[in-house]
């Protein structure tokens, strides 16, 4: 493999605050990666995560001292460079279109010289050749003289967001850094931009650097992916792997935060805020908004390194597989007649950190049995189910009982499994007390934190209720109370809202999901209602007469289903489009 | 810009207006505005003073004298002076000349001497020079004029003798050839030029900087830099081209400061510009030249906006729109 054009190998870029000089913000820390001839990378990341900050470092913008590190173009160094040094470089060979072009020209000068301006120093065209120049670029943009002698306030954003690539593109050269091409643009404006960078990567052949926290952008123009957080580099990897499968839990908050038409799914940003860069976490820097984050990410800074398919900085190798079901098998017999059911046949399922994975069908296609195997209360007659990647059949005592108390499950009828004799307090205490989990008084403190978190009163009156003095929605709270109370990293929830009005289980789904964006866990959702799941799940699985049918995405498997059954789900599933589409009003 | 001229001459007339009112509106009639009663001049005879008044045209209706005024300004009347019995006009004549002479050279000395020091210091922000000149600018645009001035009298004039002490040029003296001529007003002018470039350069230079380090922040420069333009073409071509603009209005509104502050100058120095006229007419009470100093004080300061407007436009095409 040949060297490629542009690698950068532990770049910092260090500021000091204006007015505390002694308090240094490393916007950048340590950032490495390379761009081949004629591909095309793709740095995302919220705003404030280094971006703007790494691109301005690859064209010597910051104050000298201000960069450490190595980056090198064809092999030669550049950080090293003064003032003087990096004017060739700049434009000739790394062009940068800036984020807001609106203001990225000189306001009292015409468009077109701004244009010919570095053809005129790189190239040593006279004045008229330039502009020449400048005029067939504006060509390739769909603009013409009459753009060029515009004035910057005279042109339309779109139009001056072409004119900024044509100046970026007029000396030819090899790198072009895009700092968001898309933002505050309409969707129309958008679309064409992107078009357009996608034609003149063809064209050309220019290896692209893309900024960019619009990740639909970034799936249409790069080739690779990588995820900056906080000055670090989280995730990179191919971008269709990275965005389809996101490893990094960082990754994953952000594609759940974007919205897009893949998905009716709603939108969860991720939980918490981008950290001081003057005071950036000890150890690994997301670990406060992580939900899966363990005592090492507290202290030690994870490296990238490579997980499979790419390179991912996390001490758990990215999002954790908290679930494994392996082709697992369940049968009864009916009393007498030698008749066996197979509930369950060779159903296998994974449920990742963060994941909503819902399994669908019709009564009697074994869901519930399948939940209460992943819960530990029925045994598969074959196949492992394996909890973080350990197999629960090979575990024993303590081991065994800390995966149970990690695995809820929330039953379909909360009646059914509270006891009417207890109080709302000796229900969701009752799992600690089997447990043995903590001091009497800890006991109620988690008591009281558990009722707060699923939105019920969490005073005495309220504690020394018993079940037939609460609604039905109350007291699915109080069950699911009862499984947050051990803190678990997985939850079965068989049918928890279908008891329910419409109204009450549209905001108890919501609750689940809100309290699995806090707390980070994997839910399993058992249901028969698709047009709810497809509001919260991430993957789908359709099960009939005990088998998997299909499974997917939820976004795949609503809109273009692959198995008839699931077609049949579908096309049964609530909807108000049967009333009769009356057109747009007409106006009176 | 159509708007901006008509503006200009509504506030002309504004102008003349005020000229023409004030006297009329001071206590007394404007014959004891005109002559006071303790000055040496007053007419104590009242007959003598109705026929002042009869022959100043103040026993005409407030139109007509208004109307009058106005053919008399317009065509270059302001009347004469009660001291020096001439004609206001030729006064002016006499002492314009000089004050521009003044004003003008030391406006473009502290003009290029501001922006030129103003954007490399902006251009080395927080370096020993940009902090050093700035304290000397603000130094500079504070201390009183006629302090300055002493000052470099008492250095050139007096201690090392190599330019004259007062006056616009020698007295009496007859010039050879052109040139003898040029030096002559020039080294009359050096010292009072001088002073009056320290007192105006500060603000230039203050503002010059400060306009350039908010060019310096924008995007655009940010993106020149990207395009690997040479510093002086970014200096120039970009930032400076851009702080200009509030420059040129800053020097418009300076014309009247100028103006003034050439009045103390032109005293200490003995310089027969307009503002020893101002000064031995406000010490008379010569109103009708102190009318006329302010009237063409006003037009210049009229002229100077108009101009710059003009100039603005020119510079800043963001302007020429509506």
Known sequence: MTAPLLAVENLRVTFALPDDPHTAIRAVDGVSFDLAAGQSLAIVGETGSGKTTLARALLGLHPAGAVAGNIRLDGRELTALDEQGWRPIRWRRIALAVQNAGTAFDPVQRAGDQIAEPLREHLGLSGSDAWARAL??????????????????????????????????????????????????????????????????????????????????????????????????????????????????????????????????????????????????????????????????????????????????????????????????????????????????????????GEVVAVIGETGSGKTTLGRLVAGMLDPESGAIAFREQDVSDLSGAALKSVRRQVQLIPQDPFDTVSPRLTVAEIVREPLDVQRIGAPADRVAAVREALAAVGLPDGDSFLTRRPHELSGGQLQRVVIARALVLEPKLIVADEPVSMLDASEQAKLINLLKDIQNERGMGL????????????????????????????????????????????????????FDWFEDPGPASGA | MKS????????????????????????????????????????????????????????????????????????????????????????????????????????????????????????????????????VSVVASNAPVFFTGMILLILFGVELRWLPLAGGRTPFARYDNTLAQVRDYGAHLLLPALTLTLALVGSKFLLVRNSVIGVLGEDFMLVARAKGLPPRRLKRNHALRNAIVPFVHHLAAHAAFAITGALFIETLFQYPGMGRLIFESVVARDYPVIQGVFLVVSVLVLGANLLADWLTARLDPRTQEN
């Open chain 1, 136 to 353: 067939d670029l504006a060509g390739e943009m769909g603009l013409g003289e009459r753009h060029l002698r515009s004035y910057p306030h005279q042109l339309s954003g779109g139009e001056k967001q072409r004119l900024m690539l044509a100046m970026a593109l007029s000396c030819a050269p090899d790198i072009l850094i895009v700092d968001e091409p898309t933002s505050g643009q309409d969707m129309l404006t958008r679309a064409k931009m992107l078009a357009l960078l996608d034609r003149v990567r063809q064209d050309t052949g220019i290896s692209l650097l893309l900024i960019s926290h619009d990740l639909a952008a970034v799936a249409r123009l790069a080739d690779r992916v990588a995820v900056l957080y906080a000055g670090k580099l989280a995730e990179v990897g191919p971008a269709r792997d990275v965005l389809q499968r996101p490893r990094h839990p960082y990754t994953w908050g952000l594609l759940n935060a974007y919205p897009n038409m893949s998905t009716a799914r709603d939108l969860r940003g991720v939980r918490g805020g981008l950290p001081d860069p003057a005071h950036p976490p000890a150890g690994c820097r997301f670990h406060p908004r992580c939900t899966q984050a363990v005592d090492e990410c507290r202290r030690v800074d994870p490296p990238l390194q490579p997980v499979r398919d790419r390179l991912v900085a996390c001490h758990l190798g990215g999002l954790q597989t908290l679930l494994r079901v392996d082709r697992i098998a369940k049968t009864f017999s009916l009393n007498g007649n030698g008749f066996r059911v197979e509930a369950v046949r060779d159903a296998s399922l994974d449920v990742l950190e």
């Open chain 2, 4 to 135: 901006r001229f008509a503006l200009t001459l509504l506030s002309l007339w504004a102008v003349l207006t005020l000229n023409f009112l004030l006297p009329r509106w001071l206590p007394g009639d404007p014959l004891a505005a005109l002559l006071d009663p303790d000055s040496s001049s007053y007419v104590y005879n009242a007959e003598v003073r109705g026929a002042l008044e009869a022959y100043y045209g103040l026993d005409r209706p407030l139109g007509e004298q208004y109307a009058g005024y106005l053919t008399g300004a317009l065509s270059g009347d302001l009347g004469r002076s009660i001291r020096l019995n001439q004609p206001v006009t030729d006064l002016l004549r006499e002492h314009l000349p000089w004050t521009l002479l003044l004003t003008l050279s030391a406006l473009i000395a502290a003009s290029l001497l501001g922006v030129i020091a103003g954007s490399e210091a902006a251009w080395r922000r927080r370096s020993p020079v940009d902090r050093a000149l700035v304290v």
């Open chain 1, 524 to 575: 399993l959702l058992i249901s028969h209602d698709v047009a709810l799941v497809r509001k919260v799940a991430d993957r789908i699985v359709v099960m009939r007469d005990g088998a998997i049918v299909e499974s997917g995405p939820a976004s795949r498997v609503v809109t273009r289903p692959q198995h008839a059954y699931t077609r049949a789900l579908l096309g049964a599933a609530p909807s």
